[in-house]
């Protein structure tokens, strides 16, 4: 069983950088892909970032392309969320989760239930 644990987030002014990590627990992590969702009040989750399992290939929602980087440490078994020119509309609790083989890597309903962490909260001032 994965299980992830968020941590990273914070205040932060428009303009300003955060780094959030998901660390990863179980065997199985390092062998799956992972994303990064994130969810503001009264909204749907939507996806962020993902990253294969090997650091090869990402993925990046258009909203967040150019400002965003995700990485992994296989080694550590974590991963990261570079978030860079940060904008009031990024303010949001930020989840990763483990990918489930197959499938597109936006649907949040295809990464592994279980292994959702509890989230981490970004808030950015204008």
């Known amino acids: 069983q994965v299980q992830l644990v968020e941590s990273g987030g914070g205040l932060v002014q428009a303009g300003g950088s955060l780094r959030l990590s998901c660390a990863g627990s179980?065997?199985?992590?390092?062998?799956?892909?992972m994303g990064w969702f994130r969810q503001a009040p009264g909204k749907e989750r939507e996806f962020v970032a993902a990253i294969s399992w090997s650091g090869g290939s990402a993925y990046y929602a258009d909203s967040v392309k150019g400002r965003f980087t995700i990485s992994r440490d296989v080694a550590k078994n974590t991963g990261y969320l570079q978030m860079n020119s940060l904008k009031p509309e990024d303010t949001a609790v930020y989840y990763c989760?483990?990918?489930?083989?197959?499938?597109?890597?936006?649907?949040?309903?295809?990464?592994?239930?279980?292994?959702w962490g509890q989230g981490t909260q970004v808030t950015v001032s204008s």
């Open positions: 989760a483990a990918k489930a083989f197959g499938g597109s890597y936006s649907r949040p309903d295809l990464y592994v239930k279980g292994s």
């Open positions: 179980g065997r199985t992590f390092s062998w799956s892909a």
